[in-house]
C-alpha cells in the first residue's frame, strides 16, 4: 500500500516540476525574499487590450510550495495601503525586478500593517561586492 502512495506523490512532484519549467521557459525569476522591494510586470486583458501593469511595493510574505509558490507585495497608494497576492509561477506575470533588498530578521512581516510614515521603513541590506 505504501509503495503505491509513493509512486503516486513521485508522479505528482514530476508532473509539478515539468509544469514548473514548462512557465518558466522564457522568463527567470530572481531570489527574493520578506522584505525585499520589488517590481512586478502583470500581463491585463482588457477587452481586446493587451498591456503591461507595474505593481512596484515591499514583499511581506513568501510561500513556497512548489508549482503552487506564492507572495503578497504592499504598497501605499494614495495614503492606503493596498496589497496584492500573486502566484510565482502565474503565467500573467511578465516579469519580477527587485529594486533593493532589505534587511529583515523575519519571514513574514505582517506587522507592517499597523505602521505608517517612517515606522514602516525597512533598513537595506547593503551587498559588498569583491
Known sequence: M???LEKKMNLIQILEQEEMARVTAGKTIPSFRAGDTVVVNVNVVEGSRKRVQAFEGVVIARRNRGLNSSFIVRKI???EGV???FQLYAPTIASIEVK???DV???KLY?????SGKAARIKELLVRKN
Open 2 to 4: 505504501t509503495m503505491v
Open 77 to 79: 497608494s494614495s495614503g
Open 83 to 85: 496589497e496584492r497576492t
Open 100 to 102: 533593493r533588498y532589505g
Open 105 to 107: 530578521c523575519r519571514s
Open 111 to 115: 506587522y507592517l500593517r499597523d505602521r
